[in-house]
Nanobody
Framework: QARLLESGGGLVQAGGSLRLSCGAS????????LGWFRQSPGKEREIVAA????????NYADSVKGRFTVSRDSAKDTIYLQMNSLRPEDTAVYYC?????????????????????WGQGTQVTVSS
């Protein structure tokens, strides 16, 4: 059964950086569109960043544009979320997600309902 596993979360001061990683078992990221979501208490899960299967297109939430970067290392079957200039409002549980996508697709997906596979989440806490 395919599984995703996030790592890299933790506690950081405002203005700091973290890099989240997401690895996969029984699943090849090269066949999937990918996404990072986050959820904080009392709020709905929201898209943070999305990456198309072909790696050519990305989509970022307005709140993280210019600060976060999503990338993929196909050889390692790992995706990353580089988070810079972190703010207290970035505090949340962060999830990676995967959606099987057609070959060479440039489509990105921003709705949680689009995705089939999810990780268990990693906590990011930004102190002021």
């Amino acid at each position: 059964q395919a599984r995703l596993l996030e790592s890299g979360g933790g506690l950081v001061q405002a203005g700091g950086s973290l890099r989240l990683s997401c690895g996969a078992s029984e699943l090849a990221f090269s066949r999937y569109a990918l996404g990072w979501f986050r959820q904080s208490p009392g709020k709905e899960r929201e898209i943070v960043a999305a990456l198309s299967r072909n790696g050519g297109n990305t989509n970022y939430a307005d709140s993280v544009k210019g600060r976060f970067t999503v990338s993929r290392d196909s050889a390692k079957d790992t995706i990353y979320l580089q988070m810079n200039s972190l703010r207290p409002e970035d505090t949340a549980v962060y999830y990676c997600a995967a959606k099987l996508s057609v070959w060479n697709s440039g489509q990105v997906y921003t709705q949680s309902s689009d995705y089939t596979y999810w990780g268990q989440g990693t906590q990011v806490t930004v102190s002021s």
